[in-house]
C-alpha cells in the first residue's frame, strides 16, 4: 500500500501536474508553430530563392541513375519503345531539415519571451525591495562595528 500511497502523492503534486499541462500545450503550440512555417515564412523565402533554383520543400542532393523503361503494369518494355530512363533520385532530403530548424528556432524564440514575460511579471508581482531595506546593513556588520568602536576606545 506504501507504493500506492507515495505515486498517489506524486501524481497529485502541483508540479507534476503542471508539466502535463505545459506537454500538452507544448504539443499544440508546435502545431501553429508548423503551420507559420509552412504557410506563412517558407512560401516567401521559396519565392525568393526559387530565382537560384532552390526549392526547400525539394531541396535535397541527387544522384542521376538510369533504369529501364516501365509500362503501367511496372513490367520493363521490351522491343519498340524500349531503353533507358534518366532521372535525378534524392539520396539527401535536406529542406524538409531547414524547415525543421526554423520550426525549432521559433519555437526557442517564443519560450525565450514567454519566459522572459513570466520573470517580469513575477518581479512585478512580488515588488521591489524598498531602498531602505537595501541601505541597512546586515547583523554581522552592525556587530562587527560595535566591536572596533569597542577597540578604539579603549
Known sequence: MGLVKEFKEFALKGSVIDLAVGVVIGGA???IV???VDNIIMPPINLL???SGVNFKEAAVKITTESPKLDDAG?????EG???VVQKYPILNYGPFVQTVFEFLLIALALF???KLINAARK????EPEE???AKPSEDILLLREIRDSLQKN
Open 29 to 31: 503550440f508546435s502545431g
Open 34 to 36: 508548423k503551420s507559420l
Open 49 to 51: 530563392t526559387a530565382r
Open 75 to 79: 513490367k520493363v518494355i521490351e522491343g
Open 82 to 84: 524500349a531503353g533507358m
Open 113 to 115: 519571451v514567454a519566459i
Open 124 to 127: 512585478h508581482m512580488e515588488g
Open 132 to 134: 531602505e531595506e537595501a
